[in-house]
């Protein structure tokens, strides 16, 4: 006796019953808390509104419990101008001894944009440089630590290897200055989680609370002041690092301590002047912490883990992707064992398996059209 075949209308029919062949993977919780995945404002209720900024994103967070009293589009990804140069530092002080001596190069001396005029002929501490990418946001200084880390590429994949120890996963850093260049991001939750570990660190510390320093010159040694205008006129500024480039905008990551407590604010994308404004931020910050419920938290590190192959890739522009969980396998666990079957079927004809995946694949580049927007 003959099988006999089953319709295709008949079995579209007892799929449509059982449910989707391919379940949807299930939803990756939003890192630091769900509220943050607003790009609209996040703030506790039963307190004053946080006063308003010109800035396309921005975080407040306690550095001391972690704690984020307010954001705004916190995972919302931009360029981060010089503020990236909080992560060069907090990368390589760990590596680089401070009295090393360094010579730098001419494509370090030729940097282009702000720059705290090295010399070729001229030799300086790692110190001095550490300084100089702090104080007055010297892009020279920048590529000549890289120099002094192994170079350009060396550098970039430790500063990506960091962003991931950190969970600072909206970053990647494609230059150790923060020059514009396609492919690299930050946002304001992970600005505010590079400053509190840059803040735990005595060296990181020290050089971001400098108000001016003497810098080495071919001939004795000339002045450099810092850029953050905060460190002196607002009370209890510790730092940390502000920056512009005409595509990224304004950008700022700052924390002030007053009776034991640090406030951490982040900016992004500020289109003006916004030192008044991070004030008034901060100042709120000082006002409401303790006082509210939090709308999400700042993460803490993951252990520390060897540069992969992985990592590194992140520091040249043609490197594919870091790759996702892998999907089938959770959306094998999402599934019932009537689906299974039914699923099963359809790939044996052929025709069904295809559909889903033309389906999902249409899921994924929307999702990823989505992010490149933010």
């Known amino acids: 006796m003959g099988m006999k075949l089953v319709p295709v209308a008949a079995l579209l029919a007892a799929v449509a019953l059982a449910g989707p062949a391919f379940a949807e993977p299930p939803a990756v919780p939003v890192l630091g808390g769900d509220q943050l995945a607003s790009k609209g404002l996040v703030a506790p209720a039963g307190v004053k509104a946080p006063p308003k900024t010109k800035a396309t994103s921005f975080v407040i967070a306690d550095a001391g419990t972690g704690q984020v009293l307010a954001a705004k589009n916190a995972h919302g990804r931009f360029l981060p101008a010089s503020t990236l140069k909080a992560l060069t530092a907090l990368s390589l002080i760990p590596k680089l001894d401070k009295n090393l001596k360094v010579r730098p190069s001419r494509t370090a001396v030729n940097q282009e944009g702000s720059a705290v005029g090295l010399s070729v002929k001229t030799t300086y501490k790692v110190d001095d440089l550490f300084k100089a990418l702090m104080l007055t946001s010297g892009n020279?200084?920048?590529?000549?630590?890289?120099?002094?880390?192994?170079?350009?590429?060396?550098?970039?994949?430790?500063?990506?290897?960091?962003?991931?120890?950190?969970?600072?996963?909206?970053?990647?850093?494609?230059?150790?200055?923060?020059?514009?260049?396609?492919?690299q991001s930050s946002s304001a939750y992970d600005l505010a989680l590079i400053a509190r570990a840059g803040l735990a660190n005595p060296e990181f510390r020290r050089y971001v609370s400098l108000k001016s320093s003497r810098f080495p010159a071919p001939k004795g040694y000339y002045e450099i002041g810092n850029h953050n205008k905060l460190l002196w006129r607002y009370k209890g500024m510790v730092g940390v690092k502000n920056g512009w480039t005409s595509k990224a905008l304004g950008s700022f990551v700052g924390a002030a301590t007053r009776d034991g407590h640090t406030i951490i604010v982040a900016i992004m994308r500020h289109e003006g002047y916004f030192w008044e404004e991070v004030e008034d931020l901060l100042n709120w910050g000082f006002a409401t912490r303790g006082k509210a419920t939090p709308v999400g938290r700042l993460v803490d590190p993951l252990p520390a883990q060897p540069v992969t192959a992985e990592v590194a890739a992140t520091a040249t522009p043609s490197a594919a992707p870091p790759r996702s969980a892998p999907v089938l396998d959770a959306a094998a666990a999402a599934q019932t064992g009537t689906s299974r079957a039914v699923g099963s079927a359809v790939v044996g004809v052929g025709l069904l398996g295809g559909l889903g995946w033309l389906l999902y694949g249409i899921r994924r580049r929307r999702a990823r059209r989505q992010a490149l927007d933010q």
């Not at 150790?176 to 492919?183: N, V």
């Open 140 to 183: 020279d200084a920048a590529m000549a630590l890289a120099e002094a880390n192994g170079g350009l590429a060396t550098t970039l994949a430790d500063m990506n290897a960091e962003a991931k120890r950190l969970q600072a996963n909206d970053t990647v850093a494609k230059t150790p200055s923060g020059l514009d260049k396609p492919g």
